[in-house]
T-cell receptor, first 115, second 114 residues
Framework: GAGVSQSPSNKVTEKGKDVELRCDPISGHTALYWYRQSLGQGLEFLIY????????KSGLPSDRFSAERTGGSVSTLTIQRTQQEDSAVYLC?????????????FGPGTRLTVL | AQSVAQPEDQVNVAEGNPLTVKCTYSVSGNPYLFWYVQYPNRGLQFLLKYITGDNLVKGSYGFEAEFNKSQTSFHLKKPSALVSDSALYFCAVRDRGSQGNLIFGKGTKLSVKP
């Protein structure tokens, strides 16, 4: 079956512009997670959704970052007034539920470059 | 607090030799442990996980990992490395009963030379 998909695969933007990154989880998965991977760094947790609710927003680095999920499916991560330090690969993952035993399945990522 | 350590930034192995990628963890309770692999310009791909039961877990592509509670380790192993195994490997942990994000190590780059 189809895995997690993300779009766009690459995004180049100018400093100060807003960007929207999209994630389509595996069908039937109720939990959705956003992570960020900077060059040479590990994975940094941003936010997760259980259904349309975000129980944990603690990882969002600033108020320029926001995310929403509609219909328990697609999620959009929005970065306003982008800065160069926002350049990274943004990874989305989904799992069947949010049980601690559940495996998270990752999409291919969106590579964001802020000039 | 939960944490994962991957003490080696890079592991170099000759093709056909056994490989080990190390991972140690720290959780307040009992852990669930995961290994993922990332090929260049790709997302993370799930390899295997330890939930309960047998300490030796077998996963995709001939990989296995051994849970050692006394040493708080979950090392990834493969008896005979392939050049195609060259990639970035991530260990991750979750405390039993916790929700939300996995806690990832910083990753270990595995290089398998012919």
């Amino acid at each position: 079956g189809a895995g997690v998909s993300q779009s766009p695969s690459n995004k180049v933007t100018e400093k100060g512009k807003d960007v929207e990154l999209r994630c389509d989880p595996i069908s039937g998965h109720t939990a959705l997670y956003w992570y960020r991977q900077s060059l040479g760094q590990g994975l940094e947790f941003l936010i997760y959704f259980q259904g349309n609710s975000a129980p944990d927003k603690s990882g969002l680095p600033s108020d320029r970052f926001s995310a929403e999920r509609t219909g328990g499916s697609v999620s959009t991560l929005t970065i306003q007034r982008t800065q160069q330090e926002d350049s990274a690969v943004y990874l989305c993952a989904s799992s069947l539920q949010d049980l601690s035993t559940d495996t998270q399945y990752f999409g291919p990522g969106t590579r964001l470059t802020v000039l | 607090a939960q944490s994962v350590a991957q003490p080696e930034d890079q592991v170099n192995v000759a093709e056909g030799n056994p490989l080990t990628v190390k991972c140690t963890y720290s959780v307040s309770g009992n852990p669930y442990l995961f290994w993922y692999v990332q090929y260049p310009n790709r997302g993370l791909q799930f390899l295997l996980k330890y939930i309960t039961g047998d300490n030796l877990v077998k996963g995709s592509y001939g990989f296995e990992a051994e849970f050692n509670k006394s040493q708080t380790s979950f090392h990834l192993k493969k008896p005979s490395a392939l050049v195609s195994d060259s990639a970035l490997y991530f260990c991750a942990v979750r405390d039993r009963g916790s929700q939300g994000n996995l806690i990832f190590g910083k990753g270990t780059k595995l290089s398998v030379k012919p």
